[in-house]
């Protein structure tokens, strides 16, 4: 069950990540609610630390809080 668990993980973080890519400079990007939507948060805070201008729009108080914690602009 462990191994089905880490595989499930991979595969929510190569979708984060690969959503995160997908943003470019000037787009308003939707943050949704889940935990796929942290992986994505993750990457795009990275993104943005390297030049990336966006602006989220968190769909949840959580998924607020969490976007506020990484640097992405709301």
Sequence with gaps: ME??????NAAKR?????AAEMADDGMV???GTGS???YT???????IRDGLAITGI?????TAMRA???GIPL
Aim: net charge positive.
């Design 58 to 62: 968190p769909t949840s108080f959580q």
């Design 29 to 31: 990007v939707g943050l």
């Design 68 to 70: 506020r914690e990484y």
């Design 14 to 18: 190569a979708a984060g990540y690969r």
């Design 41 to 47: 948060i993750e990457r795009l805070s990275e993104r």
């Design 3 to 8: 191994k089905k668990a880490e595989e499930l």
């Design 36 to 38: 796929t939507v942290y």
